[in-house]
């Protein structure tokens, strides 16, 4: 077992790679050089890296793929990719493909508020804290004037706090309930700093209201905190075409096709187990997305699984329909994305992303974003309503297989090529390079 360690975090990088050497790996040579062979020669950049997070010792890699031919409000976009999944980004360039030649995907914003909440404790008369509140709130928002003047001239900035009552569920709990408009950035930062002098102004304007007793004068802030729940920072995406210009495969009729389509999804909607699985299928499209630009895919993912979950019970973000012959499948959830702050403008890939996206403002993001989660479960849908997944997951897994046991690029040919006309199962390829080998 290693040692307790004081002060790690004030060693130099290369000191604390001999602690984590000498304490976990038995002094080996070999993981120093692992460590060291991800290190960037670009020595600014590679400090860059270093200073994004803390006790950084090496990077980790993810491959950055992108996904072309998607068109979304008729305008032709190839998508930044940042996921580590076999399968992912050929789903989505194929649904991308698909759906190109039947005009495409819509997307529109329908709201941008982010939520903020002071959470703080009141003992006394409640119609006192209420009508304290009424008079306070104005010089409340402008006490934060200093934080929110550049975000104000953007077009952001506060939108409206209430106070919420949470007395019944938690003895003397109360709440500032804060929205706010953060433009383009994910404003994590700015609605918490925002949240911190509300609680202080809260706090010194309570101790000096004469109508408080000594008791009501001493408001116990217990946090303040932006919300990751923000059902108000919608964004939907949509695709539709004639039943006839659907799919027909596997022995199913175009109609066959949509309705078992439509089944599918309805399977999402009432049964939880498969809506984890449905939902995952379309994170897997939006946290690459997230990731490639430089965006807090924890947040997101928080969000959009709370969203899931609104009614009370968790369920499908998509939803599919047939109506006068037409085929609808449309997905709505809350992205709260930036396009500035965070690591978007720091991390040369990012800015890369962002660039390969043409610059796209947060609410455009928004749009790419939930089409490429729409994209990736309308791939996984057909996958698993027609060939079964395993065929076209495996396929893409199969250069995995075989980098697992160190194939060579001679044998990765043979067996790709054995592997076109032959289902991909790990057994099978291990069996065939068995083979080969022998
Ligand atoms: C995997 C495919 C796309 C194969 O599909 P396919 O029909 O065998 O592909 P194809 O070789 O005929 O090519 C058609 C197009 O697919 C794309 N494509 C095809 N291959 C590549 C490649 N190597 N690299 C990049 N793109 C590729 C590409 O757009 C290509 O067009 P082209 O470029 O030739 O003009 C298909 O089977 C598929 O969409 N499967 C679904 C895969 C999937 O959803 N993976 C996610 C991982 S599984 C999971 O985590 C979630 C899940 C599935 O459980 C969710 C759920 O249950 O809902
Ligand atoms: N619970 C959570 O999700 C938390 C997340 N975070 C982290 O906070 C970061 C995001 O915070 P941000 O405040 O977005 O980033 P940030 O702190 O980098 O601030 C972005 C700033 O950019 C400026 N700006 C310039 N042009 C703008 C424009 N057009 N629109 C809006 N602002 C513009 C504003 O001053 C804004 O405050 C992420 O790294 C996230 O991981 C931090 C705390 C909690």
């Given at each position: 077992?290693?040692?307790?360690?004081?002060?790690?975090?004030?060693?130099?990088?290369?000191?604390?790679?001999?602690?984590?050497?000498?304490?976990?790996?038995?002094?080996?040579?070999?993981?120093?050089?692992?460590?060291?062979?991800?290190?960037?020669?670009?020595?600014?950049?590679?400090?860059?890296?270093?200073?994004?997070?803390?006790?950084?010792?090496?990077?980790?890699?993810?491959?950055?793929?992108v996904?072309?031919?998607?068109?979304?409000?008729?305008?032709?976009?190839?998508?930044?990719?940042?996921?580590?999944?076999?399968?992912?980004?050929?789903?989505?360039?194929?649904?991308?493909k698909?759906?190109?030649?039947?005009?495409?995907?819509?997307?529109?914003?329908?709201?941008?508020?982010?939520?903020?909440?002071?959470?703080?404790?009141?003992?006394?008369?409640?119609?006192?804290?209420?009508?304290?509140?009424?008079?306070?709130?104005?010089?409340?928002?402008?006490?934060?004037?200093?934080?929110?003047?550049?975000?104000?001239?953007?077009?952001?900035?506060?939108?409206?706090?209430?106070?919420?009552?949470?007395?019944?569920?938690?003895?003397?709990?109360?709440?500032l309930?804060?929205?706010?408009?953060?433009?383009?950035?994910?404003?994590?930062?700015?609605?918490?700093?925002?949240?911190?002098?509300?609680?202080?102004?809260?706090?010194?304007?309570?101790?000096?209201?004469?109508?408080?007793?000594?008791?009501?004068?001493?408001?116990?802030?217990?946090?303040?905190?932006?919300?990751?729940?923000?059902?108000?920072?919608?964004?939907?995406?949509?695709?539709?075409?004639?039943?006839?210009?659907?799919?027909?495969?596997?022995?199913?009729?175009p109609?066959?096709?949509?309705?078992?389509?439509?089944?599918a999804?309805?399977?999402?909607?009432?049964?939880?187990?498969?809506?984890?699985?449905?939902?995952?299928?379309?994170?897997?499209?939006?946290?690459?997305?997230?990731?490639?630009?430089?965006?807090?895919?924890?947040?997101?993912?928080?969000?959009?699984?709370?969203?899931?979950?609104?009614?009370?019970?968790?369920t499908?973000?998509?939803?599919?329909?047939?109506?006068?012959?037409?085929?609808?499948?449309?997905?709505q959830?809350?992205?709260?994305?930036?396009?500035?702050?965070?690591?978007?403008?720091?991390?040369?890939?990012?800015?890369l992303?962002?660039?390969?996206?043409?610059?796209?403002?947060?609410?455009?993001?928004?749009?790419?974003?939930?089409?490429?989660?729409?994209?990736?479960?309308?791939?996984?849908?057909?996958?698993?309503?027609?060939?079964?997944?395993?065929?076209?997951?495996?396929?893409?897994?199969?250069?995995n297989?075989?980098?697992?046991?160190?194939?060579?690029?001679?044998?990765?040919?043979?067996?790709?090529?054995?592997?076109?006309?032959?289902?991909?199962?790990?057994?099978?390829?291990?069996?065939?390079?068995?083979?080969?080998?022998?």
């Open positions: 077992m290693a040692p307790v360690v004081s002060g790690f975090s004030k060693l130099s990088k290369d000191e604390k790679i001999n602690w984590l050497v000498k304490h976990h790996f038995n002094n080996d040579k070999n993981t120093i050089d692992i460590i060291k062979t991800y290190w960037n020669s670009d020595e600014k950049l590679q400090q860059l890296h270093d200073e994004f997070t803390e006790n950084t010792i090496s990077n980790y890699y993810l491959p950055f793929s996904a072309p031919n998607f068109l979304i409000n008729n305008k032709r976009f190839t998508i930044p990719m940042a996921i580590e999944e076999s399968s992912v980004v050929a789903a989505a360039s194929k649904a991308a698909f759906w190109q030649s039947r005009g495409g995907f819509n997307a529109q914003v329908l709201s941008t508020t982010k939520v903020g909440q002071v959470h703080f404790t009141f003992s006394g008369d409640i119609e006192k804290l209420n009508i304290f509140f009424k008079n306070i709130k104005s010089d409340l928002i402008s006490s934060a004037s200093h934080i929110t003047k550049n975000m104000e001239k953007r077009g952001g900035g506060i939108i409206d706090i209430e106070l919420r009552d949470k007395s019944l569920e938690i003895e003397n709990y109360y709440q309930h804060c929205t706010f408009s953060t433009v383009d950035a994910m404003g994590a930062n700015f609605i918490n700093s925002c949240l911190e002098q509300f609680a202080d102004f809260l706090t010194k304007a309570a101790a000096a209201y004469i109508k408080f007793s000594e008791s009501e004068k001493t408001i116990e802030i217990i946090m303040s905190i932006l919300s990751n729940y923000v059902p108000e920072c919608l964004v939907r995406a949509s695709v539709s075409c004639a039943i006839d210009d659907l799919p027909s495969k596997d022995n199913l009729t109609l066959q096709y949509a309705q078992k389509f439509v089944r999804v309805q399977i999402a909607e009432i049964e939880p187990y498969r809506a984890v699985t449905h939902n995952k299928g379309i994170m897997n499209g939006i946290d690459a997305v997230v990731l490639a630009t430089g965006n807090d895919f924890r947040a997101i993912e928080a969000g959009a699984h709370a969203y899931a979950s609104k009614d009370g019970k968790y499908s973000l998509t939803e599919a329909k047939i109506e006068n012959n037409i085929f609808h499948f449309s997905i959830l809350p992205l709260a994305l930036g396009t500035v702050g965070g690591l978007t403008t720091l991390h040369p890939l990012v800015k992303a962002l660039n390969l996206l043409g610059s796209p403002d947060a609410k455009k993001l928004m749009e790419i974003t939930a089409v490429a989660g729409l994209a990736q479960n309308f791939a996984a849908i057909n996958s698993l309503i027609t060939t079964g997944i395993q065929q076209g997951h495996m396929k893409m897994h199969l250069m297989i075989l980098n697992q046991f160190q194939a060579t690029n001679e044998e990765k040919q043979k067996l790709v090529e054995h592997f076109k006309t032959n289902t991909v199962t790990h057994s099978e390829v291990v069996l065939q390079i068995e083979k080969l080998r022998n």
